[in-house]
């Protein structure tokens, strides 16, 4: 084979592997996710979800080191009551969330901000004995890696 074969084949074979590279994160990888309850996440998982506000009561769980948008900063516990104790009662311990990111992420470099997104139990699952307040920050853009350092 001549020397400009080899520069053929080696640029068919580069290209080959960075489409390969391209589907993996964008087509394969982002799909690798698991469809959960909100209150079932846990401190550190991150989220493919772009709410911006309120979770919903299903979020998809991804691995922190693929794409994502958001990422839980803390977990609050709702008093443990029999009865559901309306919408209000839970937002007014999701207002707690934000003074809990900085102790989660001290060291977050200035630049990018986050939305706050709070995860509330429902009423069905606070019958089935969900208490947990989930705070999440949401970026504006995809993230790869951790908030946290």
Not at 11 to 23: M, R, S
Not at 59 to 71: A, L, M, S
Request: hydrophobic fraction near 40%; charged fraction near 25%; aromatic fraction near 10%.
């Amino acid at each position: 084979m001549r020397p400009s074969h080899w520069v053929i084949v080696a640029v068919v074979v580069i290209g080959i592997g960075a489409l390969a590279a391209i589907g993996w994160f964008y087509i394969v990888e982002p799909r690798m996710t698991t469809t959960v309850r909100a209150d079932h996440l846990r401190l550190g998982d991150c989220v493919r979800t772009r709410e911006s506000d309120v979770l919903p009561q299903e979020v998809k769980r991804v691995d922190c080191d693929g794409p994502h948008f958001g990422e839980v900063f803390a977990i609050l516990r709702a008093p443990d009551a029999r009865d559901y104790p309306g919408e209000d009662a839970l937002r007014r311990i999701g207002d707690q969330c934000s003074g809990k990111f900085f102790d989660y992420a001290p060291n977050i470099p200035e630049g990018p901000t986050f939305r706050l997104a709070i995860g509330y139990p429902s009423a069905q699952a606070w019958s089935e004995g969900a208490r947990s307040v989930v705070c999440v920050a949401m970026a504006k853009n995809e993230r790869w890696g951790s908030i946290r350092s």
